[in-house]
């Protein structure tokens, strides 16, 4: 892979978006090395373990205060981010580590897209760069993408937050999901657990409108 041009370039353009990237609930990029024997990201500690994890074995469902800490934390990272012309388009509990005081840093910006980047189209219009049920409706039909597929991401993030279970989890195929995601209406989050506030179902099902223009 080391010799393919395309994969050198895109591994560059990884560092150098991470690397400008400086924000307390993003993991730091300190260093890239490029050498003989191949290339390097030199990348902050952190001492905790992914979201999904962390409810699997930690949490449970987040109540009401612990999910908001959380939630604060980060969109506050991805709204700096966003600022920063970055799009992370892979976002999902599994890219969102926890430590044990519920300090929250955001992982993997390696396939991010910088807004208007149009001299190099490495990634194309299209290409499905995502684990499939936290895709957008615009990733899952291939449209061109901005910081409002972010949102949808993390809406469905928040979803899994709160209920402990994934939107759509009950599809047996992946073009099941897709056709979901793009057609049916969000199942209501109380019916799953019923003590979630109506602010946060609204927010959620704000975020995770169907038309990027909603």
């Known amino acids: 892979y080391l010799k393919n041009i395309e994969v050198r370039t895109r591994f560059k353009n990884e560092a150098a978006t991470l690397e400008k990237l400086v924000h307390p609930n993003i993991v730091r990029l300190f260093d890239y090395i490029e050498d003989d ?18 409810m ?30 970055v799009v992370h388009r892979d976002i ?19 396939i991010a897209k910088i807004l208007g980047e149009q001299s190099q189209q490495l990634t194309k219009t299209g290409t499905q760069m995502g684990t499939v049920f936290y895709m957008s409706p615009e990733q899952v039909q291939g449209k061109s993408i901005d910081r409002r597929s972010d949102i949808y991401s993390l809406g469905v993030t928040f979803y899994q937050l709160i209920t402990n ?40 099902a704000k975020a995770m409108s169907k038309s990027p223009d909603d």
């Open 56 to 85: 699997e074995k930690v949490s449970g469902i987040l109540n009401e205060d612990r999910a908001l800490i959380v939630m604060e934390q980060i969109l506050g990272a991805f709204g700096y981010a966003h600022q920063q012309g």
């Open 165 to 204: 279970v994934q939107p759509y989890a009950g599809s047996s195929t992946e073009y099941e999901i897709y056709s979901k995601i793009v057609k049916e209406e969000l199942p209501n989050p109380q019916t799953i657990y019923p003590a979630i506030p109506d602010y946060m179902v609204s927010v959620v």
């Open 37 to 54: 024997s191949g290339m390097y990201l030199i990348m902050e500690f952190v001492r905790g373990m992914p979201l999904d994890e962390y």
């Open 92 to 110: 999902k509990p599994s890219n969102i580590l926890v430590t044990e005081d519920l300090k929250i840093k955001i992982l993997d910006f390696g």
